[in-house]
């Protein structure tokens, strides 16, 4: 049977489980806010200097998971340690901060996994934990997308390249991010979508550009592709012949199909065109029996018109 504290490190950090003391729980509508003080224990870091508590750290808050149903709030006071030798101000090790935010690293962590891997808007994925919609877009932007330290940072305007995500069956295609603002599109087939399927962005359409940054990836990753998709486009050929000599092209069914359906609709709208001159035709220099022509001719246009 589990005891206290072992149930109580399933619920909350077992950080602040093992080292701070429970003072007592409020709730608030739809809040739960638990107070902790840190214990009086000598930290483990600063086992061999003599220390003395001086009193509290201001209080601060910190999300963390709900609870039935209810949105959790921290309030933690750290105690200020004094070195009695040197009189240094000295502090607990604090680990229990996701560093740039007001979350636990548990929650944090699992936030920016939601955040990474659902097509859901960061507020909602918010404001679902009890945690403010803008605190969280900025948090994200700034310190939990690592979007700062990206090492594709630089040139991720033009063109990023993930070549782990290379497999032996690929997709090339353009495609159009915004009004006039084209780019080529390289994926993995194999996983169907989810994450790792991009193998490289690059901007525009143009072979030469493409090729110099898809010949980046290593000669050895690219020959292991046995076969690639494509448009009919010339220069999607080209960019398929150069960086993936030994894989068999395959035109994308989509475009055959387009064309395909084109062709007919360019021959059925000859056949009604061929079906009206042929009523004028007809019906020129009849009396009564005209009424009766051109009914019968519409019911045949009609038909030829599905």
């Known amino acids: 049977m589990l005891s206290n504290q072992e149930l109580l490190k399933l619920l ?8 701070f003391d429970i003072l007592k729980a409020e709730t608030h509508d739809a809040e739960l806010h638990l107070y902790f003080e840190e214990k009086s224990s000598i930290p483990h870091e600063f086992k ?21 149903g209810k949105i959790v709030k921290l309030h933690v006071k750290r105690r200020r340690w004094t070195d009695k030798s040197s009189g240094e101000i000295l502090q607990r090790d604090w680990q229990l901060v996701a ?3 007001r979350m636990t690293k548990d929650l944090a962590g699992f936030l920016k996994k939601l955040a990474d891997t659902k097509a859901l808007p960061l ?38 390249i993930y070549p782990e995500n290379l497999s032996s069956s690929l997709s090339l295609d353009e495609v159009a991010l915004s009004d006039g603002e084209l780019y080529t599109v390289l994926t993995s087939k194999t996983t169907r979508g989810r994450k790792g399927s991009i193998v490289a962005i690059i901007k525009g359409t143009r072979s030469d550009f493409v090729i110099t940054h898809l010949l980046k990836i290593s000669r050895k990753l690219r020959m292991k592709v046995n076969e690639i998709t494509l448009d009919m486009a010339g220069s999607m050929k080209c960019i398929a012949q150069r960086c993936f000599p030994g894989a068999t092209q ?48 519409k019911t045949v246009i009609h038909a030829n018109s599905f």
Not at 48 to 68: A, H
């Open 12 to 19: 909350l950090p077992e950080f602040l489980v093992e080292h």
């Open 48 to 68: 061999e200097r003599q220390l003395e508590s001086k009193g509290f750290l201001p209080e601060i808050m910190i999300d963390d998971y709900p609870l039935r």
């Open 99 to 101: 560093k740039g935010t």
């Open 123 to 160: 507020k909602v994925i918010a404001e679902f934990f009890g945690i403010k919609g803008k605190t969280f877009q900025r948090q994200y932007k700034n310190k939990l997308s690592e979007y700062h330290s990206w090492e594709q940072k630089r040139h991720a305007e033009d063109w990023i």
């Open 250 to 297: 395959v035109i994308d069914r989509f475009h055959v199909q387009k064309l395909a359906t084109e062709a007919l609709q360019e021959i059925r709208i000859r056949h009604r065109w061929d079906a009206i001159e042929m009523e004028n035709t007809v019906t020129q220099g009849l009396g009564e029996e005209k009424t009766q022509v051109q009914k019968y001719l």
